[in-house]
């Protein structure tokens, strides 16, 4: 993937939640122009590759975000204001979650 549609992306904030906590897992959320750049889609499964490792998150859209930040929910080895870069986990899926 070109680096122009990949462009990497800060850690603006990183969310460790607890065991009972009502909304846990891995999450990224990014703007819509962020995520639409990089075809992706609010619900989609994309890798969030590091500096230390790469993981699995649920993106979800937030446009309260400045461009090209992102906030990390439950994903282990990141830090704020680390670099990381997304992709897709499963190409050739439709982009809107209700088109099967």
């Not at 819509?32 to 500096?51: Q, T, Y």
Request: net charge neutral; proline share 6%.
């Amino acid at each position: 993937m070109s680096e122009r549609f990949n462009a990497p992306l800060r850690v603006a904030q990183l969310i460790a939640t607890r065991a009972g906590d009502a909304d846990r897992g891995t999450e990224v959320r990014m703007r819509s122009d962020d995520a639409r750049m990089r075809l992706i889609s609010d619900g989609e499964l994309v890798w969030v590759h590091g500096p230390r490792r790469q993981e699995l998150a649920t993106v979800r859209i937030d446009d309260s975000l400045p461009r090209g930040d992102v906030i990390l929910r439950d994903v282990a080895g990141a830090s704020p204001s680390e670099i990381v870069t997304l992709v897709k986990a499963a190409y050739g899926t439709p982009r809107d979650p209700g088109l099967v």
